[in-house]
DNA sequence: TCCGTATGTGAAACCCTATTCACTATGGGA
DNA sequence: TCCCATAGTGAATAGGGTTTCACATACGGA
């Protein structure tokens, strides 16, 4: 019965709940994310949205696993557009850039740990999207290590790691200090000490 | 009036507050950081927090204070400690990784934005604290320059914010997956990596 | 056409929050 | 010793949060 239930319960009014919700997010933070202001978005009462997600978590889920599609989404597209290791990550570099200037959120709501509030059980969830995201980056380098424009003696994973973080502290920065701060011109710099790293000869 | 009222208002009373604030938001995170659990660490009712602050945004912007000043100090020590550019980074890359990995939430909170919460003059005061961090990295990066110790042609500005890129999401990650992540081995990794990058002939 | 089910509504319940206020106790300077 | 500013108390307020429930509505298949 339930089975059969979350099926007709029309996938289509969920989806645009979760997206509903991350717009939302993505313009005021997740401190902010109540049913009520959800529930506008959308255009229904509070109420409603229990038709179709049993409580608020659930909903939070749902934008936990909307942020993992983008995520894989953004992986997908570079490797469809560039064809080495080092341009495809260079161009996700861009990407993420131009989310955060756009005021997407997903990479300061990923890394802050905001979105487990207080469902512990979410926590594995989000290390899992994370890790994902971070094993998706490191398979890009190992192939650039076996095509042999990465030099082999780094460590894939670490590699990844350290991607992250030419944008991540940078976004936080960019955000806080209202847009002040040089988010492309640190990005292309880190990118070119960052690139150097990668393919020096050891 | 005022004046005298803020020195009279025994200083010792605020900065227990504020610490046992830090103390919780360490332990649970911000979210769960309210004036009746506050007042419970303290050992007070929560009506008697407002003997010591006007409200509950004064509380957070001491907790920022404190965090400013926990920066600093760490700045500070390794300066006296260590005598090198090289070495004294390698150093507050180890007290970072050894602040995380004792649940002291410090920088998940300084790049998490969450603290700025519903008061949008506190984003201010947030930017400046890590631009002070920043910038205090960057001088040590600038006085590796001026002593031949790190390559001339980096932006000693961008060089910090990628610093604070090897431990950040790595902080994440750790906390995220509940201490599986290695982050002792990856900060070791990657501040090799780091290293070669600065020190690297042009 | 009609029925049943899925969806939406509006009100209410309940909890936790920050904050105010009148009151009590206490301890250091006159 | 006494007094008064100061710290702490406990109750009350207002507001917002999530969630439940009884009721209305509308739509798709028989």
Redesign the pocket.
């Known amino acids: 019965m339930s089975e059969?239930?979350d099926r007709?319960?029309?996938k289509t009014?969920r989806d645009e709940i979760a997206e509903a919700a991350l717009r939302l997010v993505n313009r005021d933070g997740l401190k902010?994310?109540?049913?009520?202001?959800l529930a506008a978005e959308v255009g229904?009462?509070?109420?409603?949205l229990?038709?179709?997600y049993?409580?608020?978590?659930a909903i939070l889920d749902a934008v936990l696993e909307l942020i993992r599609d983008r995520l894989t989404e953004h992986v997908e597209r570079v490797r469809k557009e560039h064809f080495s290791a080092l341009s495809r990550l260079d161009a996700l570099l861009a990407r993420h850039v131009q989310m955060i200037t756009s005021q997407q959120a997903i990479p300061r709501i990923l890394f802050s740990e905001e979105i487990v509030g207080d469902a512990e059980e979410r926590r594995g969830r989000l290390a899992e999207v994370i890790h994902e995201h971070v094993m998706r980056l490191a398979s890009l380098v190992a192939e650039g290590q076996a095509g042999g424009e990465i030099r082999p003696d780094v460590s894939p994973e670490s590699a990844a790691v350290m991607f992250l973080g030419i944008v991540q502290p940078a976004a936080i920065l960019w955000h806080a200090s209202g847009g002040r701060f040089d988010l492309t011109e640190h990005a292309r710099t880190a990118w070119n000490l960052y690139r150097e790293c990668l393919t020096a000869k050891s």
Chains 1, 2 share one sequence.
Do not use: I
């Open positions: 059969s239930k007709l319960d029309s009014r902010k994310l109540s049913l009520s202001r229904v009462v509070p109420s409603a229990y038709r179709h049993p409580n608020k978590d």
